[in-house]
């Protein structure tokens, strides 16, 4: 496979140990470059919600790959999340060309980029930090369903959808009122005069220009790595929103869906084994 090379490539929320995690399609994503820097933009891997008896394969491959690109020279900054807040104990730990942050500030072409997960901003996990991980456990469960229907829908022949982007759409709205999380954001970074603001979190792929009264900045969101398998590439002095193309093929799926019931068989087991000897 012949390898593109962007300058920057920024991924996040691709949430590893979880149902709803895309790790073939984010193996492929990064079997397919060779960035001078590569931002992991937080919750890469999901200790909220982390199993020691969930972790398939394909989840490791995504973190292979990643060492690999280290080791190969590529510049790999992992900025911690809300779901990986354990690592900020870690922040400002470097091995070789791997580091750990909290956040970063890139210069790129005479102009700087604010990136920073994003989670800071969001009220329903400052606030209440145990609702939204029971939530987020939720969250997973749907996802796991959500794609033994799209499995279904594709065998088919129709078009796949997403339970999670109409429930949450609605949550995010309850919430605006108490924290709108690009203008925040945006404002911030027009006060401080960086050019670029970059975050993850709240899994909406998204480039626009922003302004006040102040001034204006280019706010940019990565997406995920669940819902929309998106990321920013930076190349010849402009970003771009990558979005993976639909190629996956059909045992891939199964493979997935394998990998979820088995997990699903062993907690049933488990169970049932539980209830007999108590």
């Known amino acids: 496979m012949k390898k593109r090379k962007p300058d920057v490539v920024v991924i996040s929320d691709v949430h590893l140990g979880t149902f709803g995690a895309h790790a073939h399609e ?7 470059i060779k960035p001078k820097i590569l931002v992991l933009n937080g919750d890469i891997i999901d200790i909220w919600q982390f199993r020691k ?76 930090k145990w609702v939204a991980k029971l939530g987020g456990i939720g969250y997973d469960y749907l996802i796991l369903l959500n794609r033994f229907i799209n499995w279904c829908l594709k065998k088919m022949g129709k078009e796949p959808y997403s339970f999670s982007k109409k429930i949450k759409a609605g949550v995010k709205k309850a919430v605006k009122h108490i924290s709108d999380f690009e203008t925040t954001a945006t404002d911030l970074a027009i006060e401080k005069n960086y050019d670029y603001v970059i975050c993850g979190h709240i899994h909406e792929p998204k480039i626009i220009e922003k302004e006040n009264k102040n001034g204006s900045t280019t706010y940019l969101n990565s997406g995920d790595w669940v819902e929309n398998l998106t990321a920013l590439e930076y190349q010849n002095k402009r970003w771009k929103l990558y979005r993976y193309e639909d190629h996956t093929e059909l045992e891939t799926e199964e493979e997935d869906l394998f990998e979820m019931e088995s997990y699903i068989e062993q907690q049933l087991i488990a169970s049932i084994i539980s209830s007999k000897t108590s």
Do not use: C, M
Request: proline residues 1%.
């Open 53 to 128: 008896s969930y972790f398939p394969k394909s989840h490791l491959k995504v973190i292979q790959k990643i060492l690999n690109l280290a080791s190969k020279g590529t510049k790999v900054y992992y900025i911690t999340g809300n779901h990986d807040e354990f690592l900020r104990k870690f922040s400002d730990t470097s091995i070789g060309n791997f580091k750990v942050l909290d956040k970063l500030v890139l210069e790129l072409d005479h102009k700087k980029a604010w990136i920073f997960h994003g989670d800071v901003f969001d009220a329903s996990v400052q606030h209440s």
């Open 26 to 32: 984010l193996s492929y994503y990064l079997s397919s």
